[in-house]
C-alpha cells in the first residue's frame, strides 16, 4: 500500500515537474536562439512577422506565422516584394531580402547578405522528391540522379570556386512530408537554396514554406496558383524553372489544332484544386481554338482506381479523336487499361519520369504526346554530351533514366544561376541574378529567363509515346 | 477532467482492488517486504535523473552534448503526439476491447476542426482545442450509438469503413479542409518555437496521462474493468454496459482529437490525404506493441513509431548502412516493414508489448526489487465475449 | 443516363467477382478460426507480385506464373496459419485481427521495398481482348474468366464441404474438441482452410491484377482495393454463407460503381460513401446478413 501511495507521489511530482519545465522553457525566448545560431535565426525572433495582419482574418495576434508564415500570405505579398517589409520573413538581419529583387537598389549597404549554406569551400543545396509513397518513383533513380552535376562540376573545379554539395530528402509523395522535408533542409541543414525535384502538391507545399523563411526555391513548372492559398508567382522567393501548366495550355491547344482540325476533341483533369485555374484556362482555349468539336470538357478523381472503366467507356462512347490528359500518370494507365477504343492522349508535362507511364500504358498509350522541360534519352546525348559520362560515372557504369537528365537539367540550371549569383554568392545576389532578366541556357531545359516573371520558362520539349521501345521520344524541341 | 475529481475522492481509491498487475506485486510486497538500501535509492534517483533528463531537458538543448536542430525536436513533438494518440487507442482497445480501424479520421477531425477554427474563424488555439475536443468527442458519440449496438469484429469492420469515408468523403470537402493542398496553421502565441511547443505537446501528454489515470480510478474506470472482463457478468451487476462502452468510445474521440489538433500545429500545415489508413493500421501497431492497458508501455510504443516512421529512429541508431549493405533495406522502408514484424513478433511472443519487457525495470524505480518476471502476464488478450 | 447505369451494373458485376472471391476466402476463414482475415486481400497482392516475378522477370509461360502466383499466396496462407494464428489460438479475437493486419502490413511493406525499382507495375491479361461491349463498357475475356473461375470456385466448394475433408473442416469449426475425439486433427484442418482461403485470395490477385496497373498493396488499399468490399460482402452474407459472399460480391460491386456516378460531379469519394451508409444501414438493419434467412449463432 505504500508503495502505492509513493508512486502516486512520484507521479504527482513528476507531473508537477511537466508543468513547471513547460511554464519556464515555454515561454524561455532565448531557448532557439541559443541554440539555433548562425546567420538564418529563422525559429526565433522573427520581430518582423506581426507586420502581416490578415493572413488569417480576424487572427491578427497571430505571430504563429514566423515559422508557418508567408505560405499563407501570398495575397498580401504582392507589393511587399519590393518593399523590404517581407524581410522580416526570413529574418535575415535585416538585409533587406528584396535588395536582389529590387536589383539596381542593391543590399542597401547592410552586409554581405544572407550566406546560409555557403562556405569559402562549397555550397550546400538540398533537394526533395518522392521515393517511397503513392506515386512513388523508383528509389534508386532520384538516388542516382541526384548529384551527377554536381559532382561533375566539382571535378572541373566547383562553381567560383566551391563545391556544390547535394543534400536529398524522400517527401513521400506527401505535401505534409515535403514541407516538413524543406524544414529540415532549411533550418537544420541549413541549406542555401532548395530545389523541388517531382510532385505539384509538394512543390507547391515545399514553395510556400521555402519562401516564409526566405530560402530561394526552383522547381519545374508545376500550376500557378491554387484556391485559398493564392498564386506562387506572389512568393518572393519561388522560381518557375519551366512553362507552368497554364502556361502549356496554348500550346497544347496549338498541338490539338494542328493535328485535329476537324475532329472531336475531349478534355479531362484531375479535380485537384490546384488545377481548377488550368482547367478554366485549357477549356477556355480549346473552345476557341476547336469550338464545339470540343466533346467534353471534365475533371476526374484525384486517384483513379474503381472509376477508370467508367472513364475509359465516356472516352470511348464519346467518339473523340484526342483526349488532352492533366491528370496522375497511374491513372492515365488504368484507364487506357479499360478501353476499346485508341484516341491519341495530349498533355502538359506533368511529371518525371515519364518512362514509367510508357511501360504501363502501352500499346493504347501510343503516339500519346506530352510536353517537358528535358529531352529524353535519345537526344540528351547530342544536346549534353557531358551527361552520360557524368551519370555512368557516379553510378557505377548504370544507365542513365529520364529522371536522371531532369535532374541532371535542374542542377545545371542551378549552378549557372549560382555561377551567375556572383563570388560574393548570398540568396540576395542569387535571386538577383534571376531577377536581372539574364538568360538562362543549360542546353537540356529550354531557355530559361525571370525577367518578366517567377515563371521562366520560354518554351518546351515535345515528346512522344514510342511503343515499340516501350519508351517517350523527343519530338520537337523547343516548342513555344 | 474536473469532473472526474468528485466522482474518485483519493480514500475511496486507496482501498479499492487496483489493476491487475499491481495486484501481483502487492502479494510479493506481502511475502517478503523490500526495503531499497541507501545506494539502492542513488541509483534509482540517478535513472530517474536520466530519464527526465532524456524527456525534458535534451529535446530542448539543455546541459546536453548534443546540438538538436528544428527537426530533430519536431520529430520528438511528433512522438509526444502520437503518444497522445496511441493512449487514446488504448482507451478504445485496451479497456474496452473494441477496436477502431479507423483512427485517422478521428484524428483528422481533430485537425481539421482545431485547423479550421484558427485559420477560418480567426479564433485562439487555446479555444480551437476545445473546440476540436468536443467535436472529437461528439463525433465519437454519434458513431458509438450508432454502431455499438454490434459486437466488436463488425464494430471494427463499421470504423475501417468510417475511415475510408472520411478520408475520402469527409476531408474531400475543400470548405473544410482547404482542399488537397492544404492549409497553414499557425501556432499558439509563444509556442512558435519548435522547442517551446515541444514542451507544449509533452504539457497535453501529461495531461491527458493524468485525466487517463484518474478516470481508470473512476466509478466508470472500474466499469470499463468489469466489462471487458465479462460484459454479460458486468451488467448481472448492474453496469450499464453500452453507456460506459459508449462513454470510452467518446473519452477516446477526444484524446485523439486533441492529439490531430496538436498534430496540426506541429506540421503548421495539415494535408487531407495524412490521415489515410496506413495511418490508422500503424495508430495500432504502436499500441498493441506498446502492450494494451500499460500507459507506460503505449507511450513507449508509439514513441518508438513515430520515430520509426520517420526514419528517425534509424539515423540516430545510425543503422541505415548496416541495414542497406546487409539485407539491402534502405532506410525509407525501415518502418514499412520491420514495424509489422515487430506487431507479429509481440503479439505472439509478448502479448504484453513493450510494457511487459520494461515492467521489472518500472518496477525497480519505484522502490521495488528488480525482479525480472515482473509484469509477466499470462493473459493479457482481450476478452471480448461479445465478438 | 441508362447508358451510365448500365455502365455501373455490368463494370459493378465483373468488379464485384472479384470481391466475390474475397469475401469466400474471408467467410471460410472466420468459419475455421473465427476471425476476421485482413490479410485476405494481401494473399492476393502477394499472388500477384509472385506471378509477375515468374511471368516478367523470368519469362516463364504465363500459366507456369500463374500456379507460381497461387503457390506464393497458399505459401503466405500456410504460414500465416503456422507463424500467427496457430501461437494465438487461445488470444481473443481482436487479437487475431491485429495479427491479421499485422500480416497484411508486413506484406506491403516488403512489396514496398522490393518492388522499389519499379514501384508501378503492370502483368498481360491471361487472354487480350475484348469480349463485347454492352453499353461501351469493355467485357474483357478476363472479365469473362474471371467470373467464370469465380462460379466454378464456388460450386467446387459447395461440393468440397460435401466431402468427408469438407465435412471434418465443418466439423472442426463447430466444436474443435470433439472433433479430436473422433481422429480429426485440428491443427490439419486449420492448415487446410488457410490454404485453401489464400488460394481463392490469390487467384483474386492473378485475375484481377493484369485489369489494372498495380502496386504494393493493391488490393487492400491501392488501386484494385478489394478488402473493404469483400468484408462487406462476407457481411452481407451473415459472415458465414458461402452464397451470401458470392452474391454480396457482385451487389457491393455494383452499389460502388453507383457511388461512383457522380464521379464528373465535384464531389469525391462517393464510391466510399456509399459503401459507408450501405454497411452501417444493412448492419443495422439486418446484422445477420441479407442473403440468411436467420442469424447463426456465433
Same mark, same amino acid.
Given at each position: 500500500?505504500?508503495?502505492?501511495?509513493?508512486?502516486?507521489?512520484?507521479?504527482?511530482?513528476?507531473?508537477?515537474?511537466?508543468?513547471?519545465?513547460?511554464?519556464?522553457?515555454?515561454?524561455?525566448?532565448?531557448?532557439?536562439?541559443?541554440?539555433?545560431?548562425?546567420?538564418?535565426?529563422?525559429?526565433?525572433?522573427?520581430?518582423?512577422?506581426?507586420?502581416?495582419?490578415?493572413?488569417?482574418?480576424?487572427?491578427?495576434?497571430?505571430?504563429?506565422?514566423?515559422?508557418?508564415?508567408?505560405?499563407?500570405?501570398?495575397?498580401?505579398?504582392?507589393?511587399?516584394?519590393?518593399?523590404?517589409?517581407?524581410?522580416?520573413?526570413? /529574418?535575415?538581419?535585416?538585409?533587406?531580402?528584396?535588395? /536582389?529583387?529590387?536589383?539596381?537598389?542593391?543590399?542597401?549597404?547592410?552586409?554581405?547578405?544572407?550566406?546560409?549554406?555557403?562556405?569559402?569551400?562549397?555550397?550546400?543545396?538540398?533537394?526533395?522528391?518522392?521515393?517511397?509513397?503513392?506515386?512513388?518513383?523508383?528509389?534508386?533513380?532520384?538516388?542516382?540522379?541526384?548529384?551527377?552535376?554536381?559532382?561533375?562540376?566539382?571535378?572541373?573545379?566547383?562553381?567560383?570556386?566551391?563545391?556544390?554539395?547535394?543534400?536529398?530528402?524522400?517527401?513521400?509523395?506527401?505535401?505534409?512530408?515535403?514541407?516538413?522535408?524543406?524544414?529540415?533542409?532549411?533550418?537544420?541543414?541549413?541549406?542555401?537554396?532548395?530545389?523541388?525535384?517531382?510532385?505539384?502538391?509538394?512543390?507547391?507545399?515545399?514553395?510556400?514554406?521555402?519562401?516564409?523563411?526566405?530560402?530561394?526555391?526552383?522547381?519545374?513548372?508545376?500550376?500557378?496558383?491554387?484556391?485559398?492559398?493564392?498564386?506562387?508567382?506572389?512568393?518572393?522567393?519561388?522560381?518557375?524553372a519551366s512553362l507552368t501548366y497554364e502556361q502549356q495550355a496554348p500550346l497544347i491547344t496549338d498541338l490539338v489544332a494542328s493535328q485535329f482540325d476537324g475532329e472531336t476533341v475531349g478534355l479531362l483533369v484531375a479535380s485537384n484544386d490546384s488545377l481548377d485555374s488550368y482547367f478554366g484556362t485549357q477549356q477556355a482555349s480549346l473552345e476557341k481554338a476547336v469550338g464545339d468539336n470540343l466533346e467534353f470538357a471534365d475533371r476526374v478523381p484525384k486517384n483513379i482506381q474503381s472509376e477508370a472503366p467508367t472513364i475509359?467507356?465516356?472516352?470511348?462512347?464519346?467518339?473523340?479523336?484526342?483526349?488532352?490528359?492533366?491528370?496522375?500518370?497511374?491513372?492515365?494507365i488504368n484507364v487506357t487499361k479499360s478501353m476499346t477504343c485508341s484516341v491519341r492522349f495530349l498533355g502538359p508535362g506533368n511529371t518525371n519520369g515519364l518512362n514509367i507511364v510508357a511501360q504501363g500504358g502501352c500499346p493504347q498509350l501510343d503516339d500519346a504526346q506530352f510536353f517537358s522541360s528535358f529531352p529524353q534519352l535519345d537526344k540528351i546525348n547530342k544536346m549534353d554530351p557531358n551527361f552520360e559520362p557524368a551519370y555512368r560515372k557516379k553510378n557505377g557504369g548504370s544507365n542513365p533514366d529520364d529522371i536522371g537528365i531532369a535532374i541532371w537539367g535542374v542542377e545545371k540550371l542551378v549552378s549557372q544561376i549560382l555561377a551567375a549569383g556572383g563570388k560574393d554568392l548570398s540568396r540576395e545576389s542569387f535571386m538577383a541574378a534571376m531577377d536581372s532578366g539574364k538568360t538562362f541556357d543549360n542546353g537540356v531545359y529550354p531557355q530559361v529567363n525571370f525577367g518578366k516573371s517567377r515563371f521562366g520558362g520560354t518554351a518546351m520539349h515535345q515528346l512522344r509515346a514510342d511503343c515499340g521501345s516501350n519508351r517517350f521520344l523527343t519530338e520537337r524541341l523547343n516548342v513555344r | 477532467m474536473t469532473d472526474t475529481i468528485p466522482e474518485a475522492p483519493e480514500e475511496s481509491t486507496r482501498e479499492l482492488p487496483p489493476v491487475v498487475a499491481e495486484q501481483i506485486d502487492d502479494e510479493v510486497e506481502d511475502a517478503a517486504p523490500f526495503r531499497p538500501s541507501v545506494r539502492g535509492w542513488v541509483a534509482r534517483g540517478l535513472v530517474w535523473a536520466l530519464l527526465a533528463w532524456v524527456v525534458f531537458a535534451l529535446?530542448?538543448?539543455?546541459?546536453?552534448?548534443?546540438?538538436?536542430?528544428?527537426?530533430?525536436?519536431?520529430?520528438?513533438?511528433?512522438?509526444?503526439?502520437?503518444?497522445?494518440?496511441?493512449?487514446?487507442?488504448?482507451?478504445?482497445?485496451?479497456?474496452?476491447?473494441?477496436?477502431?480501424?479507423?483512427?485517422?479520421?478521428?484524428?483528422?477531425?481533430?485537425?481539421?476542426?482545431?485547423?479550421?477554427?484558427?485559420?477560418?474563424?480567426?479564433?485562439?488555439?487555446?479555444?480551437?482545442?476545445?473546440?476540436?475536443?468536443?467535436?472529437?468527442?461528439?463525433?465519437?458519440?454519434?458513431?458509438?450509438?450508432?454502431?455499438?449496438?454490434?459486437? /466488436?469484429?463488425?464494430?471494427?469492420?463499421?470504423?475501417?469503413?468510417?475511415?475510408?469515408?472520411?478520408?475520402?468523403?469527409?476531408?474531400?470537402?475543400?470548405?473544410?479542409?482547404?482542399?488537397?493542398?492544404?492549409?497553414?496553421?499557425?501556432?499558439?502565441?509563444?509556442?512558435e518555437d519548435d522547442f517551446a511547443f515541444y514542451y507544449l505537446c509533452l504539457a497535453f501528454l501529461a495531461a491527458v496521462l493524468w485525466v487517463d489515470w484518474r478516470l481508470m480510478r473512476s466509478k466508470g474506470g472500474r466499469a470499463l474493468q468489469a466489462l471487458r472482463e465479462n460484459p454479460r457478468v458486468a451488467s448481472s451487476y448492474g453496469i450499464n454496459v453500452k453507456a460506459y462502452t459508449l462513454m470510452a468510445f467518446v473519452v477516446s474521440g477526444i484524446f485523439a482529437s486533441i492529439g490531430g489538433a496538436l498534430l496540426a500545429q506541429q506540421s503548421t500545415f495539415i494535408v487531407p490525404e495524412t490521415f489515410n489508413f496506413q495511418l490508422a493500421l500503424i495508430f495500432i501497431l504502436m499500441t498493441v506493441v506498446g502492450g494494451l492497458r500499460n500507459r507506460v508501455g503505449v507511450v513507449i510504443g508509439s514513441v518508438v513509431f513515430a520515430l520509426l516512421e520517420e526514419g528517425t529512429l534509424v539515423h540516430l541508431l545510425h543503422l541505415d548502412g548496416i541495414l542497406d549493405s546487409t539485407i539491402g533495406l534502405p532506410a525509407e522502408f525501415f518502418g514499412l516493414v520491420i514495424g509489422p514484424i515487430l506487431l507479429l513478433l509481440t503479439i505472439t511472443l509478448y502479448p504484453g508489448g513493450i510494457g511487459q519487457q520494461v515492467a521489472p525495470i518500472a518496477q525497480w524505480l519505484r522502490g521495488k526489487k528488480l525482479d525480472l518476471h515482473a509484469g509477466k502476464v499470462t493473459e493479457v488478450e482481450v476478452n471480448d465475449v461479445r465478438a | 443516363m441508362t447508358t451510365e447505369l448500365g455502365i455501373a451494373v455490368v463494370n459493378g458485376i465483373f468488379v464485384g467477382s472479384v470481391y466475390s472471391l474475397v469475401a469466400l476466402g474471408i467467410v471460410l476463414i472466420y468459419r475455421a478460426s473465427g476471425v476476421f482475415n485482413f490479410a485476405q486481400a494481401e494473399f492476393g497482392t502477394t499472388g500477384l507480385f509472385v506471378a509477375y516475378v515468374g511471368v516478367e522477370l523470368w519469362n516463364w509461360p504465363y500459366w507456369l506464373g500463374l500456379l507460381f502466383g497461387l503457390a506464393g499466396a497458399v505459401a503466405m496462407g500456410l504460414a500465416t496459419e503456422r507463424l500467427v494464428i496457430n501461437p494465438l489460438r487461445n488470444a481473443s479475437r481482436v487479437t487475431l485481427l491485429v495479427g491479421t493486419a499485422?500480416?497484411?502490413?508486413?506484406?506491403?511493406?516488403?512489396?514496398?521495398?522490393?518492388?522499389?525499382?519499379?514501384?508501378?507495375?503492370?502483368?498481360?491479361?491471361?487472354?487480350?481482348?475484348?469480349?463485347?461491349?454492352?453499353?461501351?463498357?469493355?467485357?474483357?475475356?478476363?472479365?469473362?474468366?474471371?467470373?467464370?473461375?469465380?462460379?466454378?470456385?464456388?460450386?467446387?466448394?459447395?461440393?468440397?464441404?460435401?466431402?468427408?475433408?469438407?465435412?471434418?473442416?465443418?466439423?472442426?469449426?463447430?466444436?474443435?474438441?470433439?472433433?479430436?475425439?473422433?481422429?480429426?486433427?485440428?491443427?490439419?484442418?486449420?492448415m487446410m482452410t488457410w490454404g485453401i482461403a489464400a488460394l481463392l485470395g490469390g487467384l483474386a490477385g492473378v485475375l484481377s491484377g493484369p485489369n489494372l496497373s498495380f502496386t504494393a498493396g493493391h488490393l487492400t488499399f491501392g488501386a484494385g482495393a478489394a478488402l473493404l468490399p469483400g468484408f462487406m460482402a462476407a457481411v452481407l452474407g451473415g459472415m458465414r454463407s458461402m452464397p451470401g459472399a458470392l452474391f454480396g460480391g457482385l451487389l457491393v460491386g455494383v452499389i460502388e460503381q453507383f457511388g461512383n456516378l457522380s464521379i464528373f460531379g465535384y464531389m469525391s469519394g462517393g464510391g466510399e460513401m456509399m459503401l459507408f451508409f450501405f454497411l452501417l444501414i444493412v448492419l443495422l438493419l439486418r446484422p445477420q446478413g441479407l442473403f440468411v434467412r436467420k442469424a447463426v449463432a456465433a
Open positions: 500500500m505504500q508503495m502505492r501511495k509513493r508512486s502516486m507521489r512520484a507521479a504527482a511530482v513528476l507531473s508537477v515537474l511537466a508543468l513547471t519545465l513547460v511554464a519556464g522553457c515555454g515561454q524561455k525566448p532565448g531557448v532557439a536562439q541559443l541554440y539555433a545560431p548562425g546567420a538564418q535565426g529563422v525559429a526565433p525572433g522573427q520581430p518582423g512577422v506581426p507586420g502581416q495582419p490578415g493572413t488569417i482574418p480576424g487572427a491578427p495576434g497571430s505571430t504563429g506565422q514566423d515559422t508557418v508564415p508567408g505560405a499563407s500570405v501570398p495575397g498580401q505579398q504582392p507589393g511587399a516584394t519590393r518593399s523590404g517589409g517581407t524581410a522580416g520573413t526570413s /529574418g535575415t538581419g535585416g538585409t533587406g531580402g528584396s535588395g /536582389g529583387t529590387a536589383g539596381p537598389g542593391g543590399d542597401g549597404g547592410s552586409g554581405p547578405g544572407d550566406t546560409t549554406g555557403v562556405t569559402d569551400k562549397a555550397i550546400k543545396i538540398g533537394i526533395h522528391a518522392p521515393v517511397t509513397g503513392a506515386a512513388a518513383f523508383p528509389q534508386r533513380s532520384f538516388e542516382n540522379a541526384v548529384g551527377v552535376y554536381a559532382s561533375y562540376i566539382n571535378s572541373k573545379g566547383g562553381i567560383n570556386g566551391r563545391k556544390l554539395e547535394v543534400l536529398f530528402r524522400d517527401d513521400k509523395f506527401d505535401p505534409n512530408h515535403a514541407r516538413a522535408v524543406c524544414k529540415d533542409l532549411a533550418q537544420q541543414q541549413k541549406v542555401f537554396m532548395i530545389i523541388g525535384g517531382a510532385g505539384s502538391d509538394q512543390i507547391d507545399s515545399c514553395a510556400r514554406y521555402a519562401n516564409s523563411v526566405g530560402v530561394p526555391y526552383v522547381s519545374a513548372g508545376v500550376h500557378e496558383t491554387r484556391p485559398g492559398l493564392g498564386p506562387l508567382s506572389q512568393l518572393r522567393t519561388y522560381y518557375a475509359a467507356a465516356q472516352i470511348c462512347n464519346s467518339g473523340v479523336s484526342a483526349v488532352v490528359w492533366n491528370a496522375a500518370p497511374s491513372g492515365l | 529535446p530542448g538543448n539543455f546541459l546536453s552534448p548534443f546540438q538538436l536542430g528544428v527537426s530533430d525536436v519536431g520529430h520528438a513533438s511528433k512522438a509526444a503526439i502520437f503518444a497522445i494518440i496511441g493512449l487514446s487507442l488504448n482507451v478504445l482497445i485496451g479497456y474496452t476491447g473494441t477496436i477502431s480501424l479507423g483512427h485517422q479520421a478521428f484524428v483528422g477531425v481533430g485537425a481539421f476542426v482545431s485547423a479550421y477554427v484558427v485559420v477560418d474563424m480567426g479564433l485562439e488555439f487555446w479555444v480551437a482545442v476545445p473546440i476540436a475536443a468536443a467535436v472529437g468527442g461528439i463525433q465519437a458519440a454519434l458513431l458509438g450509438a450508432v454502431s455499438l449496438r454490434l459486437t /466488436g469484429l463488425y464494430f471494427a469492420l463499421v470504423t475501417l469503413a468510417y475511415g475510408l469515408f472520411a478520408e475520402e468523403t469527409l476531408f474531400g470537402i475543400t470548405a473544410f479542409t482547404g482542399g488537397e493542398g492544404g492549409k497553414n496553421v499557425p501556432r499558439p502565441l509563444g509556442f | 499485422g500480416v497484411a502490413l508486413a506484406a506491403i511493406g516488403i512489396q514496398f521495398w522490393q518492388s522499389n525499382e519499379q514501384p508501378i507495375r503492370q502483368m498481360p491479361k491471361l487472354v487480350d481482348g475484348v469480349a463485347f461491349q454492352p453499353f461501351g463498357a469493355a467485357i474483357t475475356y478476363q472479365h469473362l474468366i474471371t467470373f467464370a473461375v469465380l462460379i466454378v470456385v464456388a460450386l467446387a466448394l459447395a461440393v468440397f464441404f460435401r466431402s468427408p475433408s469438407g465435412l471434418a473442416i465443418q466439423a472442426a469449426q463447430q466444436e474443435g474438441t470433439a472433433a479430436e475425439l473422433v481422429g480429426i486433427s485440428v491443427r490439419r484442418v486449420s
